[in-house]
């Protein structure tokens, strides 16, 4: 049996004595670190792009990091400091206006004062190096309209370069605003904004100063609910900028605004006012509050339990009462049902299953109390089959048993849909539509004669 002997003596020389776990554990290590740092060797040598990559990520500081924290904001202050530096300002302003007067090229369309391609490169070689981004092929190409010479019109340059002036003067307002300094606002950098922006809009000059906080509120809700879908509790700067709010806004710097444009503009004194006095008129206990009972005299008191239910189950109450904020967006949504916003709103509360959709059981639900308040006021209450399908018919979704909140604002008819399901007397104005028409046109007759 020598060579049994000798078998079990070669293989324990082979495997040796027997190793240990944490052994084990590090010649796996050494072998895959040996392993890999040839691995990444050979991509090193096959491909080295991934040094030419600059770095696109900072780590923002921390809230103990206070020197790291005041260093980023002074940084930033420069940062903006010399942006606005780069603006043009009133003086350059009248200086170019005057170089592209100088060098308008005849003849003249009425009295619309033109300029050619030529001219408008001298223009840019005179104005000095702030304008020079304006002075460019494409920017010419973008306001060149039907001129037989090819020319385009000095005023409607002009407008352009003044407009985005404006536009960055008013980037660089916003962003000293932005304190986390990452390109948006939160409810309270916008609040902030207004507020100091009050004493420049002499539209707002008759506004007592125990006003001003509602009023800030009043303003900052509309571009919460509007560019803040998702009520991520900020908004990006560029969305501001984009919108017409702002345009709204500071159109309020004009002395001689109509009344009727105070009217319709949101963030006028006397539209403050109205929305404010409304609510405190709902507010017959006074507590600062809205119940169910006293939000039921919204507007022409015609909405629906149903739908003011499901408001207060949806919505931010507290103890079950409605504050001004929540208010404002009730507000906002019912005043502008044809927005995409609006609508999206008023859908969350139709979609009682929140299944993302709206199928017949709940046009139904909805509708039955519309049929009983029309019960109550003695008229006979109309068919929900024939709603349901004329409803149908104005929508047209995708899937013909269901409409989605995209389907509602496809149709342009998401305003008249709401309001036949929420409210008896939209319901009404729908159902007499053809009626009120000819009225309409009967008094308009009536007029011509006289």
């Known amino acids: 049996m020598d060579w049994q002997r000798s078998l079990r003596s070669r293989l324990a020389a082979r495997h040796g004595p027997k190793k240990s776990e944490q052994e084990l554990k590090d010649e796996e290590m050494e072998l895959f670190t040996k392993y890999y740092m040839e691995w990444k060797g050979e991509r090193k040598s096959g491909n080295t792009s991934y040094m030419n990559i600059p770095r696109f990520y900072y780590r923002l500081p921390a809230e103990d990091e206070i020197l790291l924290q005041k260093l980023r904001e002074e940084s930033r202050a420069v940062f903006l400091q010399r942006k606005s530096r780069e603006l043009l300002d009133n003086e350059e302003l009248q200086n170019l206006w005057f170089l592209l007067d100088k060098h308008q090229t005849s003849p003249m369309i009425g009295e619309e004062a033109m300029i050619n391609y030529e001219n408008f490169l001298k223009v840019g070689e005179k104005a000095g190096p702030k304008c020079k981004q304006f002075f460019t092929a494409k920017i010419f190409a973008k306001l060149l309209h039907n001129d037989p010479y090819g020319r385009i019109s000095i005023m409607q340059f002009f407008n352009y370069v003044m407009r985005k002036v404006w536009l960055h003067q008013t980037r660089i307002g916003l962003s000293l605003y932005d304190v986390a300094g990452q390109g948006y606002l939160r409810e309270s950098d916008l609040e902030n904004y207004i507020l100091e922006l009050i004493p420049t809009l002499p539209q707002l000059d008759g506004l007592e100063k125990s006003f001003y906080s509602f009023y800030v509120c009043t303003a900052v809700r509309k571009f919460f609910f509007f560019l803040d879908p998702l009520r991520t509790g900020k908004i990006k700067i560029q969305d501001i900028l984009a919108c017409s709010f702002l345009d709204d806004l500071l159109e309020l710097r004009d002395e001689e605004l109509s009344k009727e444009s105070q009217e319709t503009n949101w963030f006028s004194a006397p539209s403050a006012l109205r929305v ?174 006289t």
Not at 286 to 293: D, P, Q, R, V, W
């Open 276 to 449: 404010y006095g409304q609510y405190l008129n709902l507010d017959k206990d006074h507590n600062g509050m809205l119940s169910k009972e006293e939000l039921s005299r919204y507007g022409t008191g015609t909405l629906t339990n149903i739908f003011l239910d499901r408001v207060f189950q949806e919505c931010l109450t507290y103890d079950g009462e409605m504050d001004y904020k929540t208010y404002l967006d009730f507000v906002l949504a019912l005043e502008n049902r044809k927005e995409p916003a609006a609508l999206q709103y008023i859908f969350k509360l139709l979609d009682i299953e929140n299944k993302g959709y709206l199928n017949v059981f709940s046009l139904n639900y909805f509708f039955r109390a519309i049929q009983e308040q029309m019960k109550i006021h003695g008229q006979e209450p109309v068919s929900f089959q024939d709603v349901k399908d004329e409803i149908f018919d104005m929508v047209k979704p995708k899937d013909p048993y269901k409409i989605s909140l995209q389907d509602l604002i496809n149709s342009s008819q998401g305003d008249t849909v709401t309001s036949i399901l929420i409210d008896l007397n939209g319901f009404w104005t729908y159902e007499n539509r053809e009626v009120l028409v000819a009225s309409d046109n009967d008094n308009t007759a009536d007029v011509e004669d």
